[in-house]
T-cell receptor, first 111, second 113 residues
Framework: DAGVIQSPRHEVTEMGQEVTLRCKPI?????LFWYRQTMMRGLELLIY????????DSGMPEDRFSAKMPNASFSTLKIQPSEPRDSAVYFC?????????FGPGTRLTVT | QQQVKQSPQSLIVQKGGISIINCAYE??????FPWYQQFPGKGPALLIA?????SEKKEGRFTISFNKSAKQFSLHIMDSQPGDSATYFC????????????FGSGTRLSIRP
């Protein structure tokens, strides 16, 4: 299996622009997680889905962030409008049992 | 109560030595305690995990020690190697199967050759 696939790997954008991060989970996994990692705040869970349904979005920082999972093989995390403090590495992870498999991450820089 | 506290923040160990990372939790409902390893530029990957019905789990050079009464658990890396240099995260979760995992703040481990 190819593992969790994320795109783009790097994104540089200007403040105020819309940013869309994409994730393809491992086939057969029914849980999908979005995390944000920064030096200051560590690894934070933003939202997770089970069978394409959002279960817990309490970690989404504010209304500028939204996530969707239209089908079992695709999810997006959107930031609109983006701000410099959104700069971080965003990870997608998927699982079927206890172990979560992380993607390589998207490094987002907002200038 | 949902936090997992991890220490130290960084650790330097000589090659061949023992690396020890400690974690503590408050919520007694947690029943799954994984450790994740992260190399620079990569996502975290599961290293080893334990459930509270056992006090120790060993996989190769990696051992988790679990103290249920103290609500503490630790990772021991025996015969530490330069290839073990990475960031290690302890974590805890509620319930079985895939559920929300609470991660510790991470420990940056460096093994000196």
């Amino acid at each position: 299996d190819a593992g969790v696939i994320q795109s783009p790997r790097h994104e540089v954008t200007e403040m105020g622009q819309e940013v869309t991060l994409r994730c393809k989970p491992i086939s057969g996994h029914d849980y999908l997680f979005w995390y944000r990692q920064t030096m200051m705040r560590g690894l934070e869970l933003l939202i997770y889905f089970n069978n394409n349904v959002p279960i817990d979005d309490s970690g989404m920082p504010e209304d500028r962030f939204s996530a969707k999972m239209p089908n079992a093989s695709f999810s997006t995390l959107k930031i609109q409008p983006s701000e410099p403090r959104d700069s971080a590495v965003y990870f997608c992870a998927s699982s079927r049992t206890d172990e979560q498999y992380f993607g390589p991450g998207t490094r987002l820089t907002v200038t | 109560q949902q936090q997992v506290k991890q220490s130290p923040q960084s650790l330097i160990v000589q090659k061949g030595g023992i690396s020890i990372i400690n974690c503590a939790y408050e919520n007694t409902a947690f029943d799954y305690f994984p450790w994740y390893q992260q190399f620079p530029g990569k996502g975290p990957a599961l290293l080893i995990a334990i459930r509270p019905d056992v006090s120790e789990k060993k996989e190769g050079r990696f051992t988790i020690s679990f103290n249920k009464s103290a609500k503490q658990f630790s990772l021991h890396i025996m015969d530490s190697q330069p290839g073990d240099s990475a960031t290690y995260f302890c974590a805890a979760s509620l319930g079985s199967s895939a559920s929300k995992i609470i991660f510790g703040s991470g420990t940056r481990l460096s093994i000196r050759p």
